[in-house]
């Protein structure tokens, strides 16, 4: 079965960190530029960033840069998210998406082939 699964996700302070966890089984992720989206309660799904195949280009959105970091380890097949200063306009289901190209047009991932199915994040105090 081809699937992502996202993984880390949680209920956490403001100002709190986490690190999320995009994993594949049935194909491998290594050639794909993987994207990270969001989407709060009653909002679009956005793209908050984009990992080039080899993990050398990351772009992120204004939203979470400087915030966030994508990183990959493809001997793993797992593209990671680490969320840090957490806020509560961060609450949202976080996705992983992999794209059929293998660089990043920009933060928002084109061409997506597959999603996952959502790892849910909540700011609160």
């Known amino acids: 079965q081809l699937q992502l699964v996202e993984s880390g996700g949680g209920l956490v302070q403001p100002g709190g960190s986490l690190r999320l966890s995009c994993s594949a089984s049935?194909?491998?992720?290594?050639?794909?530029?993987i994207g990270w989206f969001r989407q709060a309660p009653g909002k679009e799904r956005e793209g908050i960033s984009c990992?080039?195949?080899?993990?050398?280009?990351?772009k992120y959105a204004d939203a979470v840069k400087g915030r966030f970091t994508t990183s990959r380890e493809n001997g793993k097949n797992t593209v990671y998210l680490q969320i840090n200063s957490l806020k509560p306009e961060d609450t949202a289901i976080y996705y992983c998406?992999?794209?059929?190209?293998?660089?990043?047009?920009?933060?928002?991932?084109?061409?997506?082939?597959?999603w996952g199915q959502g790892t849910q994040v909540t700011v609160s105090s």
């Open positions: 990992i080039s195949s080899g993990g050398s280009i990351t």
């Open positions: 998406a992999k794209a059929s190209i293998p660089y990043c047009p920009g933060y928002a991932l084109g061409r997506v082939q597959y």
């Open positions: 049935g194909f491998t992720l290594e050639a794909s530029a």
